[in-house]
């Protein structure tokens, strides 16, 4: 169960879950430069599949 009752009754996160919870965030923040520099670079811009661009004959 991901949360529990505290002290008032109120419902609360437990630590396991938050840690999950910030750990999945601090790595997808981290991944995001990766994916900006892959949408923004030349290759991914001009169509290209990889074949035609790595494979001349494949043209």
Do not use: I
Request: with cysteine; glycine share 8%; aromatic share 8%.
């Amino acid at each position: 169960m991901p949360y529990s009752k505290d002290e008032a009754g109120m419902m609360r996160y437990t630590g396991m879950a938050q840690l999950l919870h910030w750990v999945t965030t601090a790595l997808l923040g981290l991944m995001l430069p990766f994916v900006w520099v892959a949408e923004n670079s030349p290759k991914a811009r001009s169509g290209c599949s990889g074949t035609c661009c790595t494979n001349p004959a494949a043209s």
